[in-house]
Nanobody, 127 residues
Framework: QVQLVESGGGLVQPGGSLRLSCSAS???????VCWFRQAPGKEREGVSC????????HYAETLKGRFTISIDNAKNTVYLQMNSLEPEDTAVYYC?????????????????????WGQGTQVTVSS
């Protein structure tokens, strides 16, 4: 059982930055950790994933260049650095953990790949 706690959300003005953290109760070695988000009235969507299996990163196409995912294995924590934030980025951000074997070539943003989910952290981008 892996417990996840997100933090770092808050209110930020358009163009600003935030860094979200996802702290896990155990080691994240060989796991895949993803950030998802859900805006009011919209479906949950994948944001970014880090696969510790091969140290690969994956991003939603529309967010490339603004968001960066990273991991600190020593702290069992995954970060999501979000820059140039826009009002459309307003959502609850969730982290999720699952084990995906090496060589996976499918869509990392399928929710059913992930067994453990955090409670979410609210990000609001508004002036």
């Amino acid at each position: 059982q892996v417990q996840l706690v997100e933090s770092g959300g808050g209110l930020v003005q358009p163009g600003g930055s935030l860094r979200l953290s996802c702290s896990a109760s155990g080691a994240l070695d060989y796991y895949t950790v993803c950030w998802f988000r859900q805006a009011p009235g919209k479906e949950r969507e994948g944001v970014s994933c880090f696969s510790d299996n091969d140290r690969s990163t994956h991003y939603a196409e529309t967010l490339k260049g603004r968001f960066t995912i990273s991991i600190d294995n020593a702290k069992n924590t995954v970060y999501l650095q979000m820059n140039s934030l826009e009002p459309e980025d307003t959502a609850v951000y969730y982290c999720a953990v699952g084990f995906i074997g090496r060589g996976y070539t499918g869509n990392y943003f399928q929710s059913d790949l992930y067994d453990y989910w955090g409670q979410g952290t609210q990000v609001t981008v508004s002036s």
